[in-house]
């Protein structure tokens, strides 16, 4: 079966996105693109939607399947709105429908897109999380991990680990990556896995590292880089409104708003498309192929974003 993907990335957290009808193999053709295709963290798949202008599944490179994915969201926002002629929609995600909505561009020639990020608890059960004797974790050391990093448990809905800590654990990533590699494998903490951010405060805003469950560390996580700014928010380190969240693959602003039990979260950055790719599946265990792909040439004025911008994380990365 022939598919035309669109490779795409959000903050240089790339994905193969394509549109197409319910299948029961998504998990398949996201191992074998991930085999085929080193630099993707998964893929996006856009669905039809009985309540939505559109429907997206996310699977991560492992095949696992995540209720979230916001810099994934920011392309299938620019799919959708560019498909339907729309300056907004609605997408149905796993756990709610998210409004999406083009912006004005962060640079000249860069799309750029804000995505609702809902719903967001911190109930450990919607991690889930076990920790005895406790329902919640915020802004408190794990002992058994270190005493000096306050971690945060935050779903949006996707579940996140958020650690603030000094720049010497940003320089240095193997504390982060033993860490995130035992709370994605055999452990007694999170059943499902994690995706693990080290958050550092910097004079305009936020760097943030993650370690995403199912495909490991990444150039940036919509999610967890919004969740990364209302932990910051909260714990006094930014003021709360627009964060500016910087990371390996750039730069996005995150609205974060709080009023007693009302979070609003809004993510804004690039949807840029890379390239497109003829992909015959042959269903798994088979040798499906990419038989040909056709670069964008959208990249080069994301490059010179990434220019202006990493003078603040180039310290970090
Ligand atoms: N690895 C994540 C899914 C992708 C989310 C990330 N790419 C983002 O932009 O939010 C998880 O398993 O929850």
Redesign the pocket.
């Known amino acids: 079966m022939e598919m035309i993907l669109i490779k795409v990335h ?1 903050s240089m ?1 790339t994905f193969y996105m394509f549109e197409t009808a319910e299948r029961e193999d998504f998990a398949q053709i996201a191992v074998r693109l991930s085999e085929l295709d080193p630099e993707i ?2 893929i996006l798949v856009i669905l039809p939607s009985s309540v939505a202008h559109a429907k997206m599944r ?1 699977f ?1 490179n492992d095949g ?1 399947e ?8 920011r392309c299938v926002a620019r799919y959708v709105c560019e498909r339907d002629g729309v300056q907004e929609a609605v997408v149905e995600t796993m756990k709610a429908s998210l409004r999406v909505k083009k912006e004005e561009t962060l640079n000249e020639g860069i799309e750029t897109y804000a995505v609702e990020i809902s719903p967001v608890s911190f109930s450990l059960s919607s991690l889930p999380m076990k920790l005895a004797n406790h329902t919640e974790w915020i802004a408190k050391p794990l002992p058994f991990v270190s005493e000096e990093i306050p971690f945060s448990a935050v779903a949006v809905p ?2 996140h680990l958020i650690g603030i800590v000094p720049p010497e654990l940003q320089k240095d990533t193997s504390h982060q990556q033993k860490w995130a590699q035992y709370f994605n494998g055999t452990n007694d903490y999170f059943s499902d ?1 994690v ?1 693990v951010s080290y958050v550092t405060p910097m004079d305009d805003g936020i760097f943030v590292r ?1 370690y ?4 490991g560390f ?1 150039n ?5 880089m919004t969740a990364s700014a209302l932990i910051s928010c909260m714990a006094g380190l930014v003021p709360y409104g627009d964060v500016a969240v910087y990371n390996p693959g750039g730069m996005v602003k995150c609205a974060v708003a709080v009023e007693g039990d009302d979070i609003r979260l809004q993510l804004t950055g690039n949807a840029t498309y890379l390239s497109t790719a003829k992909f015959d599946w042959q269903g798994a265990g088979t040798d499906s192929r990419i038989l040909s792909s056709e670069s964008l040439e959208e990249q080069r004025r994301y490059n010179e974003f990434i220019e202006e911008v990493s003078t603040v994380s180039k310290q970090f990365v």
């Open positions: 959000g957290n963290d998964g996310v991560n696992s995540a209720s979230m994915c916001g810099n994934g969201l996707n579940p896995g995706n993650t995403e469950r199912g495909v990444t940036a996580c919509g999610t967890a």
